[in-house]
């Protein structure tokens, strides 16, 4: 819910502006001043405005830090982190998915896709309270390290040169040390902005770690990094289809990400398609109707009164999910 108008408490002080979003603390913060708000003072948001509202905070936060090269920390956990946390809760997350696939602003959508991707795998995990939340800040400042380069790269509509790609990878250590010289920022943080870039394999950067070299919130972060990456359309090149990057990822699974961390992604997010109709290879429409944690892109379809469990007749597969 958001309120829409200024909130104060009995001496006339302001409590909650106007358009803010009310979170957990705002709500408590309301009940110890015993305020009371009707119907009419609030509105309920819809998923795109949640989006939108979210990303109209992280603006304000980096244009902060390109002026400053100070972290608005008080502003990412009081406006930012409530809003993800909120967004994970959501009903519709597919949909909230899709919003944040839209080019505008993708560096904004970029922030709320990977933090909220990368609580999603902690959940799935079962991470407790703190590490879900430290995660998911985390995956927040992943590319904080994007605020000191130069912004007609961030943005070039065409292929980087090599020498302009060398230029921005070095966000990651610009992102560790911002990350580092800030105060209230946990040591983990500043590790996921520098190795989200990092491969099992060693083929990543900055560094070329492999395996158990990488953090294991780098190594989430990197799988929620890579797939919204690949879903979203660019100014230089269009979305990859939602089930392909899936189908994609699945056929890498051992190769630059983490398996287990893949493949438990994958889970959640099929998961989360289970009842959507989807358009098979041989032309037929069905729904899927149940998820293999072994093979979670191959599930159980039902045609028409006729169970298809594609993860054994590898002669059909999903084309599309509708």
Not at 184 to 198: F, K
Not at 235 to 240: I, L, M, W
Not at 256 to 269: A, G, K, V
């Amino acid at each position: 819910m958001k309120v829409n108008k200024n909130i104060y408490n009995r001496l006339g002080v302001l409590v909650i502006p106007r358009s803010t979003l009310l979170t957990q603390k705002d709500i408590a913060l309301l009940i110890q001043q015993d305020i009371l708000i009707a119907d009419g003072d609030v509105e309920k948001l819809s998923t795109l405005n949640l989006v939108d509202s979210a990303i109209q905070e992280i603006k304000y936060a980096f244009a902060k830090i390109r002026d400053t090269e100070q972290i608005p920390l008080d502003h990412i956990y009081k406006k930012v982190i409530p809003i993800i946390v909120e967004m994970s809760h959501h009903q519709q997350l597919k949909e909230i998915l899709s919003h944040l696939e839209n080019h505008d602003e993708y560096t904004y959508r970029h922030s709320i896709g990977v933090a909220l991707i990368a609580r999603l795998i902690g959940k799935a995990k079962g991470f407790n309270t703190f590490d879900l939340l430290e995660l998911t800040i985390s995956g927040f400042l992943h590319d904080i390290g994007k605020t000191q380069v130069p912004s007609e790269l961030i943005n070039k509509p065409g292929k980087l040169t090599s020498e302009e790609f060398e230029l921005v990878k070095e966000h990651t250590v610009h992102g560790f040390q911002l990350l580092r010289n800030t105060s209230g920022i946990s040591y983990r943080h500043a590790i996921v902005a520098l190795q989200h870039h990092e491969r099992e394999d060693g083929s990543g950067y900055p560094f070329g770690l492999k395996g158990e070299e990488i953090d294991p919130f780098s190594k989430i972060v990197a799988v929620a990094d890579v797939f919204h990456a690949m879903i979203s359309k660019r100014n230089y090149k269009d979305p990859v289809p939602f089930y392909k990057v899936l189908q994609e990822m699945s056929h890498n699974a051992y190769g630059t990400l983490e398996p287990d961390i893949t493949l438990c992604f994958m889970s959640r997010i099929m998961e989360m398609l289970i009842g959507n109709t989807v358009i098979l290879s041989n032309g037929v429409k069905g729904k899927i109707i149940m998820i293999s944690p072994d093979d979670p892109v191959n599930p159980l379809i039902e045609v028409n009164g006729r169970y298809i469990d594609l993860s054994k007749d590898k002669s059909i597969g999903i084309e599309r999910i509708l």
